[in-house]
């Protein structure tokens, strides 16, 4: 699976900004799938009928997973709220169709 692209072919503020929104909801979408590998982990060892001290360990690592993420939409929650601005106002200018 390739990276995908952000592309404008002319800058400017609203472009950048609608780029930089892309961009948050590309993140939101890794998340989705990381959120949701560690599910997968949770019921695959919950299947397996691990010992109680491996769920534990399991569930550990999926907390500490969890965690860390809600650290990263903290992040994102800050960027969008930065961007989110730049985006109203480029509601009211007209469309630019190189963007």
């Keep these: 699976m390739s990276m995908p692209k952000i592309e404008c072919s002319h800058i ?18 890794a998340i989705s799938h990381i959120l949701n590998a560690e599910g997968e982990k949770l019921q695959k060892a919950i299947s397996l009928s691990c010992k109680q001290e491996e769920l534990i360990e399991i569930n550990k690592s999926v907390a500490d997973m969890v965690d860390k993420i809600t650290n990263l939409e903290v992040v994102l929650k800050s960027k969008l709220d930065l961007i989110k601005p730049i985006l109203d106002d480029c509601d009211k200018e007209p469309p630019k169709p190189e963007c």
């Design 12 to 29: 400017d503020k609203c472009c950048a900004a609608s780029s930089l929104l892309q961009s948050i909801a590309l993140e939101e979408t």
